[in-house]
């Protein structure tokens, strides 16, 4: 439920080197390398949406998808539906499910989750 496009932001030029696609901080959960800055297989930060720069909501794409989503499976079946994202923020408890989904059975990522 977000943007991705598989590689560091743009395909040949990458991000432009600011301190919004390359923070003072990186997150310590980071699984590359962190050479990339945030933008590892997404958008750069500086990328202008209609509602703004990508770094200001990219977590919040999961969010915007949320009730129309819902809205589509009741119009395409009459009823109630369920729709699981797993990408949520917070509020969209109210249209969806967060799937925990992704992680192995074994204790490291039960612990983790």
Same mark, same amino acid.
């Given at each position: 439920?977000?943007?991705?496009?598989?590689?560091? =932001?743009?395909?040949?030029?990458?991000?432009? !080197?600011?301190? @919004?696609?390359?923070?003072?901080?990186?997150?310590?959960? /980071? @699984?590359?390398? =962190?050479?990339?800055?945030?933008?590892? !297989?997404?958008?750069?930060?500086?990328?202008?949406?209609? !509602?703004?720069?990508?770094?200001? @909501?990219?977590?919040?794409?999961?969010?915007?998808?949320?009730?129309?989503?819902?809205?589509?499976?009741?119009?395409?079946?009459?009823? /109630?539906?369920?729709?699981?994202?797993?990408?949520?923020?917070?509020?969209?408890? /109210?249209?969806?499910?967060?799937?925990?989904?992704?992680?192995?059975?074994?204790?490291?990522?039960? !612990?983790?989750?």
């Amino acid at each position: 439920n977000e943007p991705a496009n598989f590689v560091a =932001g743009d395909l040949n030029d990458g991000c432009a !080197k600011n301190k @919004i696609n390359y923070p003072p901080y990186v997150p310590q959960v /980071r @699984i590359d390398d =962190g050479s990339s800055g945030l933008s590892e !297989k997404t958008l750069c930060g500086d990328s202008v949406h209609s !509602k703004g720069l990508h770094y200001d @909501i990219h977590n919040m794409f999961g969010w915007y998808q949320s009730e129309p989503t819902l809205d589509g499976v009741r119009a395409a079946t009459g009823k /109630r539906g369920l729709v699981l994202s797993r990408s949520t923020y917070v509020g969209s408890g /109210r249209w969806v499910a967060h799937w925990l989904g992704d992680n192995f059975s074994n204790w490291t990522n039960l !612990k983790n989750s």
